[in-house]
């Protein structure tokens, strides 16, 4: 049997006669270093741009070259923009996984293959279709040692002919891609896209059951991911000191900001920096730079994952007791220790609440998209500021990597204000100040910034023991004072946090509790609840810690409340519960997911079925 | 009938403040600590050259030397982090506001042990900040263990011998890229004004390693810390002169005998060779001269090295004159027109 035929077709299970329409998944397993990145953001842009909703996952190992990668390319008329479990459509290009990864396949589903890995023996419930990449790859690419990179190319072609996506959107997205400064690589790409396209308008004529076509959904929208929607969002709040340390996967949050920094946060007018970006030499450098930045009055930033966020801790602490301002980026990752680098968790939630030795509590919010990550980090510097603490920004690597597609950003309206902050005028008028003393009843008192031109202007800094003024001490009543002052500024934050959003679902016994990226999942898992089981579900996606009274009348609305964890040990739970009162506490019930990837929707909805007994 | 003496005018510098505005509060070290001299001498260095207090920023670490700074200009903002990383905090500061005069103390556990690693990236960086190391080869706030710097051979007061050779701070300072290195002894008033003031003038990283004996700790027989230890072995380099920008240098130097380094601000520090001709500029030679006198078993003070041509890491990122931290919104947020070409970029 030649490898070149595709399974028989009477083996297949019965199908619609109709094609599913821009409702599948496309996953592409490769090597990583293959270039097969480009390939697949050209294939997911042109989706994008043929109008209908798109996101992509990229499953990536922790390492240069040669181990394996799947990148996920989910198209869906009803907008779901989270991981889907079901594959519909697998590009199979790398031999160590090819086996595998057909037979995890649902029946019914489609496999373009590399010719010799001969993957149509393994099944005969599945649409086969050879490709000889090899041969394809030779005449377009007559240079031997780039045809590893350009080889993905030929499988944008062949699956654009398959699913039905215009060539001319695959050149849109192909240019964009590279830019003009790489026009012949793209025309050599370009090269590559074709050959597979007319190979597979010759080689395969048999129906395949999914297809794209045009939509009008995406009209204005942009894609990008979460670390550079972070990166803008310091950009326009204003950041001026950056100091950072590199670790996967919230490198590219800095690295990005870089890029826009040097094009639009330079002076015009002398040409020098409005900002300073320094690599660290390690996380305990890059958190006390940002401290120091903070305490002189820079609006100061630093990104790290888990392992950075532990060696920050004892810094942290001192940045909550001598109350000084900066943004924390924690784009988590699976730990514990070095875990799994660049797999994506919500695993460090209580360790960054709970932050440092002794009592400290600091303030966390959670951005579920790239809005929020662009709109919260501006938030995330005025509360910093606003509160003179430490504020943490918990995204993840779902969020952080990949890329989304989203609404343009709106221009921040708001003016920047930086706090409680006394100059050389304020001083002369007050004739001094008392650096921790509450005044106005929010737990926040006034500070000063070094270099200020009065002579009363100085305060002393320090971790130890302070009293009002900011003298040492170690008197009980001092400490205990200055502690009680820090908990109410705490409580007063409540406050002024982002609110949660609800998803209200009239009648509903049960409801969600959910934060950050498993808002897709989540959101998917309501409706199928409702079509599947007739189940209504409510939904509060919370935006941060601490919680707010709305989260308390959310439970009390509900019977049971499912709160969402993608960690093993139920954190957000855990959260919960060291502040609810009992009776609340009893509704909880927890689902939970820590694999690494992406939550979906198939997992939260048969978690809740089997809790809810059905 | 009464006359009415009236009283004596109060001193002041040339910017017309008192003593009174560059000292601080009471000091809670031990009478007879080394660190206390040194907290004097920054106080004098400081009235003497009239600067504005409030344009310092002081910074340290954990530990008996890291509570000093509450100890000296008062006027100043202070800043007492945690054990080992001053440094950062000192970076960060600078970052946000160039037109601070740093100033931080650390001990020999701050600098030579745990926070090593951000002494030695400080140094690479050539921060401008005057980096003043209290060493007394002890942990004082713990009650009297060996630190990094203590030497080999030296006793602890449990008799205790140390077996491991000490770190010099001064020759890590001068290999990885520190502009202005010194050591000086906390007892001697004049050398270790001159150095201040130096590197108060100076533009770079000044790292001033003063040995500065634990009255408590390591202050007997067996210490190479101690007091008598370094009136045995101190072996000055050169005696040192210190001339302000702001005052006439136009004083006779006899020939030979004199070199004179211009600093930054247009000061002047002008070295009296004593019994050896030493250039301060060439820093191979000042590493040599570590080396010998280790091997003598001098402790060496003076000025070990400077270097004025060498841009500091300030000047590498090339930030605006005003400090950024408190740039306009105008300067720190871009415009409208700046996220709608972005978000074209990204459709």
Known sequence: M????????????????????????????????????????????????????????????????????????????????????????????????????????????????????????L????????????????????????????????????????????????????????????????????????????????????????????????AGKIIIDGNAACALGCMFAGCTVVTWYPITPSSSLVETMIGYMKRFR??????????????????????????????AGARAMTATAGPGISLMSEFIGLGYYAEI??????????????????????????????????????????????????????EAFEFAEKFQTPTFIMSDLDLGMNNWMADAFPYPEKPITRGKVLNAEDLERLGGFARYKDIDGDGVGYRTLPGTNHPAASYFTRGSGHNEKAQYTEREDDYVNNMDRLAHKFEVMRKHVPEPVERVAEGAKIGFIAFGTSDYAVNESCDQLKAEYQIEAGYLRLRAYPFTEKMLDFIRRHDRVYVVDQNRDAQLLGLMRLELAPDLIAKLRSVRYYGGLPLDARTVTDDVIKQEGK | MSTTVPPPPKKVNRIGLEVLNYKGSKTTLCAGCGHNSISERIVECFYELGVEPW????????????????????????????????????????????????????????????????FIHMVRRNMPLIYVIENN????????????????????????????????????????????????????????????????????????????????????????????????????????????????????????????????????????????????????AAATLLEEADARGEVLTGVLYVNTSKPTFLEQLDLVDQPIATLPESKTRPSRAVLDQVMEELR
């Open chain 1, 325 to 378: 301002p900066v943004v924390v980026f924690d784009v988590e990752r699976v730990g514990p220790s070095t875990g799994l680098p660049t797999r994506t968790a919500q695993s460090d939630l209580i360790t960054t609440a709970l932050l440092s030795h002794g009592d400290t509590r600091h303030p966390l919010f959670f951005p579920s998209s790239p809005e929020e990550c662009f709109s919260m980090t501006i």
């Open chain 2, 137 to 284: 080869g002890v942990y004082g706030l713990t009650k009297g263990q060996f630190s990094a710097t203590a030497d080999l051979g030296s006793t602890l007061k449990t008799g205790t011998v140390n077996d491991l050779p000490p770190f010099d701070c001064c020759a890590l300072a001068l290999r990885w890229g520190a502009t202005f290195v010194a050591r000086s002894f906390s007892g001697d008033k004049k050398q270790l004004q001159a150095i201040i003031k130096t590197a108060i003038a100076h533009n770079g990283l000044s790292v001033i390693d003063v040995i500065s004996p634990c009255v408590t700790f390591n202050d007997h027989q067996g210490s190479t810390k101690s007091y008598s230890y370094m009136k045995e072995h101190e072996s000055m380099l050169h005696e040192l002169d210190f001339v302000p920008y702001y005052e006439d240098i136009a004083v006779e130097i006899p020939e030979g005998e004199v070199r004179e380094v211009e600093m930054h601000d247009g000061s002047h520090l002008r070295i009296r060779k004593l019994h050896r001709d030493y250039d301060p500029t060439n820093r191979l």
């Open chain 2, 55 to 118: 344009t310092i920023a002081k910074f340290s670490g954990i530990g008996c030397s890291s509570k000093s700074p509450a100890y000296f200009l008062g006027r100043s903002h202070g800043f007492n982090g945690v054990h080992g990383r001053m440094p950062a905090i000192a970076t960060g500061a600078l970052l946000a506001n160039r037109t601070l005069l740093g100033v931080g103390v650390t001990g020999d556990g701050d600098t030579a042990s745990i926070g090593i690693g951000q």
């Open chain 1, 266 to 295: 330079v002076d015009p007018e002398t040409g020098k920096a409005t900002f300073a970006i320094v690599q660290a030499e390690d996380e305990l450098a890059s958190i006390g730079m940002a401290l120091g930045a903070g305490w």
């Open chain 1, 2 to 121: 030649s490898t070149l035929e595709a399974s028989p077709a009477e083996s297949l299970p019965e199908r619609p006669h109709h094609s599913v329409v821009n409702d599948f998944s496309i996953q592409i397993a490769t090597v990583n270093g293959s270039g097969s990145q480009t390939a697949n953001t050209v294939l997911m842009r042109s989706i994008f741009q043929m109008g209908i909703p798109v996101s992509g996952k990229n499953m990536f190992p922790s390492n240069i070259a040669g181990l394996p990668t799947w990148f996920t390319i989910r198209a869906s008329k009803h907008g779901y923009i989270g991981r889907r479990k079901e594959i519909d459509f697998l590009v199979a290009m790398n031999p160590e996984t090819a086996r595998e990864d057909v037979m995890k396949l649902d029946s019914g589903a489609a496999v373009v293959y590399d010719e010799p890995l001969k993957l149509n023996e």
């Open chain 1, 123 to 218: 099944r005969s419930d599945l649409h086969f279709f050879p490709v000889p990449f090899d041969k394809l790859v030779a005449p377009v690419c007559p240079e031997a040692k780039l045809r590893k990179l350009v080889r993905n190319m030929i499988y944008d072609g062949v699956v654009a002919r398959l699913l039905s996506i215009e060539m001319d959107e695959i050149r849109t997205a192909l240019i964009k891609q590279f830019g003009k400064k790489k026009a012949k690589a793209a025309e050599l790409n370009w090269g590559a896209c074709q050959a597979g396209y007319e190979f597979a308008a010759q080689a395969f004529t048999q129906s395949i059951p999914f297809k794209v076509e045009r939509m009008n959904a995406t």
